[in-house]
Each structure stands twice: as structure tokens, then as C-alpha cells.
């Protein structure tokens, strides 16, 4: 049985998570656990609590899950709404700041 963890509008862009979500695609819970503390990214510490929050789903849906026994099946970013900000700039002009955001999704499933 499987379950799903969905982040949205996660301050951050899509490109630099999919270099976490990576590093955990294919792995057991408890490994991608310590993939993730490990990490030095920024989006790592999100990716974990959503890790967490996927792993209390499972237990939700069926009671006899073990954790030891579920791997993360399907990872993947997609880009959410970019917030634009203005900086003045010489003579008058102005640059365009973008501040993006992704949505995260996370499902594992049980070795069966």
C-alpha cells in the first residue's frame, strides 16, 4: 500500500530540489532519511519533513505498515508561481527579480 506527500508554493526553485529528490528516488525510507539529514541544501530539511509527513500517511491509511519495508517509489519538483519583485537600477531602468517556487510531490510504497 502506498501513500502520497504533496509541498506547495515551497519557496525555492524546482532545479535546485530535483538535485535532492535525486539523491533519494529508489531508496528505503530509513536510508533516505539519512540522505536527507546529511544534506547541506537548503530544500533538504523541507524534503524531510515531507518525508515524514508521507511515512504518518501510510500508518494513517493501514495500521501494520513498517517503515523499514517502504521505499520511495516517485519523487519529482514542478515549478509553482514566481513572485516578481523590481530592483531600480542606473539611468532609470529597472531589473526583473525573480522569486521562484515549486510544488514537490512524494509517494512511497511498500515492497510487496
Known amino acids: 500500500m502506498g501513500a502520497i506527500a504533496r509541498v506547495r508554493n515551497l ?3 524546482a532545479r535546485k530540489a ?3 529528490l535525486d539523491l533519494i528516488r529508489g ?4 536510508e533516505a532519511q539519512k ?3 546529511f ?3 537548503r530544500v533538504a ?3 524531510a519533513k515531507l518525508l515524514k509527513s508521507a511515512v504518518a500517511n501510510a500508518s494513517q491509511k493501514e495500521s501494520k505498515t513498517e517503515i ?7 519523487v519529482f519538483a514542478d515549478d509553482g508561481p514566481i513572485m516578481k519583485r523590481y530592483r531600480p537600477r542606473a539611468h532609470g531602468r529597472a531589473n526583473v527579480i525573480r522569486r521562484r517556487t515549486c510544488h514537490i510531490t512524494l509517494e512511497i510504497m511498500g515492497k510487496e
Not at 523499514?68 to 516517485?74: A, C, E, G, I, R
Open 68 to 74: 523499514d519495508d517502504m521505499f520511495v517509489s516517485k
Open 11 to 13: 519557496r525555492g526553485s
Open 18 to 20: 530535483r538535485l535532492v
Open 35 to 37: 540522505i536527507l539529514s
Open 39 to 41: 544534506s547541506k541544501k
Open 45 to 47: 530539511d523541507d524534503v
Open 27 to 30: 531508496k528505503s525510507v530509513p
